[in-house]
């Protein structure tokens, strides 16, 4: 049994971003990754279904030894995250309160734009977390919910992802903006496009990134880091559904060529 293990949890695929970043800033670190296959995409769902989902996969998660729980989907970390902190015995770090951090952190003129899926922007979670971080700061929200299929099928780099980042991008372009939150999992794959898309005056902030960076420090903070040793730390990834090309479009997300998942059932398990 792994003890101290960080949790992360993600509608599907998507969320191997996050825990990519994890990975590399805290390779020493058990991890337990749970994605909602069987129920994604999470992004065009109603707000209640999406936190029932999420306190599921919470439930689910506490089934280990944890030390800290990420929520790695931005559209659970919109909507849920004040269920999932109140049912919590141990932090949690939502990858919205880290992006907002990192966009405050970077914009020079105060104008941000940010992107993600419809539930996400219909939540307004990341115009709320970047005010109460800095009030004076205007945001600009567009939802691009055909980036999540086009990144799955595998065209994040070509000529139809520069067509279709162009049309959801360009009003944001109109705006002025000086940094541009990815508030998808899935959207550090388009980055090349959408860096091509917005030229080089407009920053980038990866949500995935910023997460990783946050569990760091609140692992610093609370003394609970895991030394340095040899042996590669545990992973586990679980998954409630293996859909074809799974592993495939894990591995893009991972970007490791092979990834063993186990099944898993959350239904009912909410804590
Ligand atoms: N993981 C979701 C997010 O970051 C994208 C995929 C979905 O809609 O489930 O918002």
Known sequence: MMEGVIGIFDSGVGGLTVAKEVFSRLPYEDTVYLGDTARLPYGNKSEETVRRFALECLGFLSRFDLKL?????NTASSVAMDV???KSPVPIVGVVNSGAL???ETT???QVGVIGTKTTIASRAYFDAIHRLDDSATVFERACPLFVPLVEEGWYADEVAYLIAKRYLDPLLDRGIDTLVLGCTHY???KPVIREVMGSGVKLI???YQAA???EQILKEQGELSPKRKESSGRLFFVTDIPHDFNKVACTFLDQEHIDVQLAEIEGLEL
């Open 84 to 86: 999932l902190q109140e």
């Open 69 to 73: 729980v990420v929520v790695a989907c």
């Open 206 to 208: 990866d949500s995935a």
């Open 108 to 110: 020079k003129t105060k």
């Open 188 to 190: 550090p794959l388009l």
């Open 102 to 104: 990192g966009a405050v």
């Open 213 to 215: 960076v946050e569990v």
